[in-house]
């Protein structure tokens, strides 16, 4: 068995990181691509590699000779060494710069062949310069742009079939060739982009450009199809063109081997680099990129996220069925100004238009309240980091509660004792954020009629508030009106209504310069069409929204429940913050074990991704023992809960 590696294409779409080198010498989570290729080969006894060279080819060789090169030929005692430039050799020789890596490689035997038409052909041409090369031995054959682990080979290698195609089952962010089995796990059909259909995904399977092919089947069938492919359409096409004539004829030739996705990323684009650096990142560095990221997991449909918080049980599929129904329409057209959406979510929550202002999610309006007002703000502590980032004109009081509870006598008092500066602004969370820590309406009304009294506008918080056994809501026009002056509600519509990608939010008040203010802080078309369609047809699906809530609550109840049953007081390894109303969980850990390492092993392990609060204000950086996880369905629930007995 022999590897066979294409490496001649310029790689123009990951532009400038091939101004100096080719695309399979970027590195990725510590090692380049080509290395990470030969690794895999070498960790699976092939002896001998050939590379079909062309961009930068010099660099290229130099690169590898310096990285592998044993030292009898970097001393120039190589039998295999050729002083050609293989930049100028016409001919294609193979024997072209050749040497014997190291034991790194297990002394592999690296050849290459130069592709002098790189910049004028495609991967079609390149394959064919390597013709001898495929009908002296077996072949794995693989594309210079992947990034993948060394089981990926041993799965080809190790498959009985003489001629395999690693395949995936299609996911989202998967681009190319895609293809169909039957139940042997035989390709039926090769599909190229002129036949995709996206509506019968759920049976596709995604190239994942490595390959087995055995020499007989090289020499009879696949060399003469692709010398023939090549005569009629030209040198600048893709030899996968070439399989989908041969699956064409026979049904039992080409056998596909299942690849999970996490073992592999295809590197087409700057953004797919970043992509690969999280996949195939160490623990610690995962973590990190991962947290940085701040959403955009689709692109990691393995992992289970338990840090941002989402409301599994809405929309219901009939809801989004509507919108995707309207989907063409809404892709081509512009979004209503605020006027025209405030008139729509007004209507949802029975408000006058005037007193409501809709954003591009909660954070959106958040900052450009922070635009607006100056003074000072009372802020308990820990609080969504966003609020202390934005309000940048403002002097922060911070008021640290206790365990991570507190009432309105807290409240008060804190704001009474206060001997730094009097109030301008308080800050009230409710549930509160990471605690879930709830303060019920009589209480909140009695410290409205406080804080007018004391001169104190409150900024009210209710993102999470559905999800409290009393969800009440202040957002009433009788309160807007009452607290005119002195309360600004504002409300994630993303969270709690599952609909995080289309990024809604809202703020209200009776202060309605203070609404005009903020409409003209944010962007004309703040909202996108598919957000606006949402809001349009939101009613008709009011109380499935209400029974997803109730869901919710019950499901908080089950994890709590699971929780405390695996983390038993007698042995406490676990405190878990039972007292939430919202759809999430403040947790400490009681043993060794501190929040980041869990997180890391949680999500290297495990695929779960939880809150680390190592960085929220009020927790140690250095030591954090606490950590916040969302409320999913139940079997997601469970899994983590099994995950967290293996570190706790």
């Given at each position: 068995?022999?590897?066979?590696?294409?490496?001649?294409?310029?790689?123009?779409?990951?532009?400038?990181?091939?101004?100096?080198?080719?695309?399979?010498?970027?590195?990725?989570?510590?090692?380049?691509?080509?290395?990470?290729?030969?690794?895999?080969?070498?960790?699976?006894?092939?002896?001998?590699?050939?590379?079909?060279?062309?961009?930068?080819?010099?660099?290229?060789?130099?690169?590898?000779?310096?990285?592998?090169?044993?030292?009898?030929?970097?001393?120039?005692?190589?039998?295999?060494?050729?002083?050609?430039?293989?930049?100028?050799?016409?001919?294609?020789?193979?024997?072209?710069?050749?040497?014997?890596a190291n034991k790194r490689l297990n002394n592999m035997q690296i050849n290459f062949i130069f592709n002098?038409?790189?910049?004028?052909?495609?991967?079609?041409?390149?394959?064919?310069?390597?013709?001898?090369?495929?009908?002296?031995?077996?072949?794995?054959?693989?594309?210079?742009?992947?990034?993948?682990?060394?089981?990926?080979?041993?799965?080809?290698?190790?498959?009985?079939?003489?001629?395999?195609?690693?395949?995936?089952?299609?996911?989202?962010?998967?681009?190319?060739?895609?293809?169909?089995?039957?139940?042997?796990?035989?390709?039926?059909?090769?599909?190229?982009?002129?036949?995709?259909?996206?509506?019968?995904?759920?049976?596709?399977?995604?190239?994942?450009?490595?390959?087995?092919?055995?020499?007989?089947?090289?020499?009879?069938?696949?060399?003469?199809?692709?010398?023939?492919?090549?005569?009629?359409?030209?040198?600048?096409?893709?030899?996968?063109?070439?399989?989908?004539?041969?699956?064409?004829?026979?049904?039992?030739?080409?056998?596909?081997?299942?690849?999970?996705?996490?073992?592999?990323?295809?590197?087409?684009?700057?953004?797919?680099?970043?992509?690969?650096?999280?996949?195939?990142?160490?623990?610690?560095?995962?973590?990190?990129?991962?947290?940085?990221?701040?959403?955009?997991?689709?692109?990691?449909?393995?992992?289970?996220?338990?840090?941002?918080?989402?409301?599994?049980?809405?929309?219901?599929?009939?809801?989004?069925?509507?919108?995707?129904?309207?989907?063409?329409?809404?892709?081509?057209?512009?979004?209503?100004?605020?006027?025209?959406?405030?008139?729509?979510?007004?209507?949802?929550?029975?408000?006058?238009?005037?007193?409501?202002?809709?954003?591009?999610?909660?954070?959106?309006?958040?900052?450009?309240?922070?635009?607006?007002?100056?003074?000072?703000?009372?802020?308990?502590?820990?609080?969504?980091?966003?609020?202390?980032?934005?309000?940048?004109?403002?002097?922060?009081?911070?008021?640290?509660?206790?365990?991570?509870?507190?009432?309105?006598?807290?409240?008060?008092?804190?704001?009474?004792?206060?001997?730094?500066?009097?109030?301008?602004?308080?800050?009230?969370?409710?549930?509160?954020?990471?605690?879930?820590?709830?303060?019920?309406?009589?209480?909140?009304?009695?410290?409205?009629?406080?804080?007018?009294?004391?001169?104190?506008?409150?900024?009210?918080?209710?993102?999470?508030?559905?999800?409290?056994?009393?969800?009440?809501?202040?957002?009433?026009?009788?309160?807007?009106?009452?607290?005119?002056?002195?309360?600004?509600?504002?409300?994630?519509?993303?969270?709690?209504?599952?609909?995080?990608?289309?990024?809604?939010?809202?703020?209200?008040?009776?202060?309605?310069?203070?609404?005009?203010?903020?409409?003209?802080?944010?962007?004309?078309?703040?909202?996108?069409?598919?957000?606006?369609?949402?809001?349009?047809?939101?009613?008709?699906?009011?109380?499935?929204?209400?029974?997803?809530?109730?869901?919710?609550?019950?499901?908080?109840?089950?994890?709590?429940?699971?929780?405390?049953?695996?983390?038993?007081?007698?042995?406490?390894?676990?405190?878990?913050?039972?007292?939430?109303?919202?759809?999430y969980l403040l947790c400490e850990i009681l043993g060794e074990n501190n929040a980041t390492e869990l997180?890391?092993?949680?999500?290297?392990?495990?695929?779960?991704?939880?809150?680390?609060?190592?960085?929220?204000?009020?927790?140690?950086?250095?030591?954090?023992?606490?950590?916040?996880?969302?409320?999913?369905?139940?079997?997601?629930?469970?899994?983590?809960?099994?995950?967290?007995?293996?570190?706790?």
């Amino acid at each position: 068995m022999q590897g066979l590696i294409l490496a001649a294409g310029v790689g123009r779409r990951i532009a400038p990181y091939n101004e100096n080198a080719t695309k399979s010498m970027i590195d990725i989570a510590g090692k380049t691509l080509i290395e990470r290729a030969l690794y895999a080969l070498a960790k699976n006894n092939i002896q001998k590699t050939t590379l079909v060279v062309g961009y930068k080819s010099d660099v290229f060789i130099k690169f590898l000779k310096e990285k592998f090169a044993d030292s009898n030929y970097k001393n120039g005692n190589n039998n295999n060494n050729n002083n050609n430039n293989n930049n100028n050799n016409n001919n294609n020789i193979i024997n072209c710069e050749n040497f014997v890596a190291n034991k790194r490689l297990n002394n592999m035997q690296i050849n290459f062949i130069f592709n002098k038409d790189f910049a004028i052909t495609n991967n079609i041409y390149s394959l064919s310069l390597a013709e001898k090369v495929l009908c002296s031995d077996d072949t794995i054959l693989l594309e210079s742009d992947l990034i993948f682990t060394p089981k990926v080979i041993s799965k080809i290698i190790n498959n009985k079939a003489k001629n395999v195609v690693a395949v995936s089952k299609f996911e989202s962010w998967m681009d190319g060739t895609c293809v169909l089995l039957n139940q042997h796990d035989y390709i039926t059909t090769i599909l190229d982009k002129n036949n995709f259909d996206f509506l019968q995904t759920q049976d596709y399977y995604k190239t994942v450009n490595v390959y087995k092919f055995s020499k007989e089947f090289s020499k009879n069938y696949y060399l003469p199809f692709l010398k023939a492919y090549q005569t009629a359409f030209g040198k600048n096409e893709y030899y996968e063109q070439v399989l989908k004539v041969i699956s064409l004829l026979s049904n039992d030739i080409l056998k596909a081997v299942k690849i999970s996705s996490k073992s592999w990323y295809e590197i087409d684009n700057i953004a797919d680099l970043q992509i690969a650096e999280n996949r195939f990142a160490n623990a610690e560095n995962k973590l990190k990129i991962t947290q940085q990221r701040y959403g955009g997991y689709w692109r990691f449909p393995q992992m289970i996220d338990f840090c941002y918080l989402v409301n599994p049980y809405f929309p219901p599929q009939k809801l989004v069925d509507e919108i995707l129904l309207n989907s063409k329409i809404l892709i081509a057209s512009y979004p209503s100004g605020s006027s025209e959406l405030s008139l729509l979510v007004a209507r949802i929550f029975k408000l006058s238009q005037n007193n409501i202002a809709v954003g591009n999610g909660a954070s959106e309006l958040i900052n450009s309240l922070g635009k607006i007002i100056n003074g000072n703000v009372g802020i308990i502590y820990p609080t969504f980091n966003e609020y202390q980032r934005v309000f940048t004109n403002c002097k922060i009081i911070p008021f640290y509660a206790n365990d991570f509870e507190y009432d309105i006598n807290f409240i008060i008092e804190n704001i009474k004792n206060n001997d730094n500066a009097k109030l301008d602004y308080l800050l009230l969370i409710n549930p509160d954020n990471p605690s879930g820590n709830f303060i019920n309406k009589n209480d909140i009304l009695q410290l409205l009629d406080f804080c007018i009294k004391q001169n104190i506008k409150l900024i009210f918080d209710e993102s999470f508030i559905d999800f409290a056994d009393e969800n009440y809501t202040l957002l009433e026009q009788k309160f807007l009106n009452t607290y005119a002056e002195n309360l600004i509600v504002i409300k994630s519509i993303s969270k709690s209504y599952g609909v995080a990608g289309l990024r809604l939010g809202i703020i209200a008040s009776g202060n309605i310069n203070l609404i005009e203010k903020i409409k003209f802080y944010n962007s004309i078309w703040n909202i996108n069409s598919f957000a606006e369609n949402f809001l349009q047809i939101f009613e008709k699906y009011s109380n499935e929204y209400q029974k997803s809530c109730n869901l919710l609550k019950q499901q908080r109840q089950f994890l709590i429940k699971l929780l405390k049953q695996n983390f038993s007081e007698t042995t406490p390894k676990l405190k878990v913050f039972e007292n939430s109303q919202a759809n999430y969980l403040l947790c400490e850990i009681l043993g060794e074990n501190n929040a980041t390492e869990l997180a890391k092993n949680l999500l290297n392990n495990d695929n779960i991704f939880i809150k680390d609060l190592s960085n929220k204000q009020c927790f140690s950086k250095e030591n954090s023992k606490y950590f916040r996880i969302a409320v999913r369905n139940q079997n997601d629930n469970q899994k983590l809960v099994l995950a967290l007995k293996k570190y706790l």
